[in-house]
């Protein structure tokens, strides 16, 4: 389909090309978009006159960025023309890498002209060879019309026939100030050159996006960045001064909702703390409830490992609503062993005893049930839900592996408080102990007398 690329791609304009193929719904074919996408780009043979070609099969909001995005800001646009061709080159160069695309080359070919100094004498502009240039091949307007409800504009223009090649242009006769008619070709000069369709700017400064997209099979861009902040870029502004640098696409994304979430956890983190150490009227207790969470943290990886999913940000939202489900089993059981020895005057060791089998069947049913209930989101295949099931992953996996070290890991922290506990009750009630006094020394003169 012509027009450009749609969907994720905002940029339109007739020297863009786009061709899409919808797929039948993906239970019922035996390949993904993926490796489609893979093997359709393998076929494709070179194409002449093609300045960037790309392949897409993701849908969503992580299609809308590019797996490696650098972004080149200058004031001079002939340094952002030849920093940006140079970075594009360099991106050819990773073998990890593909589709690398130069948002300053995208753009329609046009004709630029300059006036000669004939023009002026004739009592020409450049505003009025524009201006009769426009008129003679997209049209000047002569009258308007109402017809019902809807205006009508009559626009007067060329014949077909005399505005469909390039030569036209050169041949257009243009009226003079006198009123005479000469050939465009002896007041102006003609260059070619490019006209975007859009210009981008950040603080009056123009920018450019250099982009590329991983090859198949490469699960992270880290390694490329890593390379190109270390020497490509230092490099290229050396070579360019004026030039500035910036990660930007999912990076720069990724970096800030991270920076967004880790403010958020931490609060969120007070917050559950809080909420346990009011009922339990303790500040130890809660850590040992909470220590929970970085097992549940481990078990969510284990899972994305065990399924074949990459941590993403989507994982990462998991992992914190994880974060507040997991302490659910390890409340149970502190609390069981508290009320256990408020009730009945009992031991830590013997609480504990008491409140383990007794509250074995409540976690494991919590936890599978949880874990059983994100199964069928885990198992989907359909591509509209493929974007969620790492947070799935993350609650499930996270769930399940973080209740058989509650079974274990929280009895032994709880003992392990209270003999922490009794050892500085020890240690406080030897300090409060008053000191006996030293008995008196008999001198030497009472001796000498008896």
């Known amino acids: 389909t012509s027009g450009g690329p749609v969907g994720a791609v905002t940029e339109l304009g007739s020297h863009l090309l786009s061709y899409q193929i919808q797929f039948i719904p993906s239970g019922e074919r035996a390949f993904t978009a993926a490796a489609f996408q893979q093997r359709w780009a393998e076929l494709t043979p070179e194409i002449a006159g093609l300045e960037a070609l790309s392949f897409n099969s993701d849908i969503g909001p992580a299609s809308r960025e590019a797996a490696v995005d650098v972004q080149l800001s200058a004031a001079d646009e002939d340094t952002l023309a030849a920093a940006s061709g140079e970075l594009a080159e360099r991106f050819r160069t990773f073998s990890d890498l593909t589709q690398v695309e130069n948002s300053y080359a995208s753009g329609k070919d046009q004709l630029d002209f300059r006036l000669r100094p004939e023009a002026r004498a004739l009592g020409l502009s450049t505003t009025d060879v524009a201006r009769q240039i426009r008129a003679s091949f997209y049209g000047a307007e002569a009258l308007r019309e109402q017809r019902d409800r809807k205006e009508l504009k009559i626009m007067v223009r060329l014949p077909k026939d005399q505005r469909i090649s390039e030569s036209d242009v050169e041949q257009l006769r243009v009226r003079t100030a006198a009123g005479g008619f000469v ?20 603080s009056g400064r123009r920018i450019v996006d250099v982009t590329a997209d991983l090859r198949p099979g490469v699960a992270s861009s880290q390694a490329v960045l890593a390379k190109l902040e270390a020497t490509a870029l230092p490099a290229l502004r050396a070579a360019h001064p004026g030039l500035s640098t910036e990660l930007v696409g999912q990076q720069r994304e990724q970096n800030e909702s991270m920076a967004s979430l880790g403010k958020g956890y931490i609060i969120a983190l007070f917050a559950i703390y809080a909420l346990l ?80 089998p007794r509250r074995l069947r409540p976690i494991l049913l919590t936890s599978l049930t949880t874990f059983f209930g994100l199964a069928p989101m885990i198992l989907e295949t359909e591509v509209q839900a493929r974007f969620l099931i790492p947070m799935a992953i993350s609650l499930g996996f996270g769930v399940l592996f973080s209740t058989f070290v509650t079974l274990l890991l929280v009895p032994t922290l709880y003992m392990s408080l209270e003999d922490w506990h009794a050892l500085l009750g020890r240690v406080r009630g030897d300090a409060a102990q008053p000191v006996p006094p030293v008995p008196p020394v008999p001198s030497v003169q009472a001796d000498a007398a008896r």
């Open 277 to 356: 150490a009011i009922p339990f009227k303790s500040y130890t207790q809660p850590a040992v409830v909470m220590s929970a969470i970085p097992f549940g943290i481990v078990g969510a990886v284990l899972g994305h490992l065990l399924m074949g999913y990459n941590l993403s940000l989507i994982s990462i939202f998991g992992i914190i609503a994880l974060s507040g489900v997991v302490v659910n089993d390890s409340l149970v059981l502190v609390d069981a062993v508290n009320s256990r020895r408020r009730d009945h005057d009992i031991s830590a060791h013997d609480a504990l005893m008491w409140a383990g």
């Open 183 to 202: 050939p465009l070709s002896y007041v102006a000069d003609f260059q070619r050159s490019r006209a975007p369709t859009s210009i981008q700017r950040e």
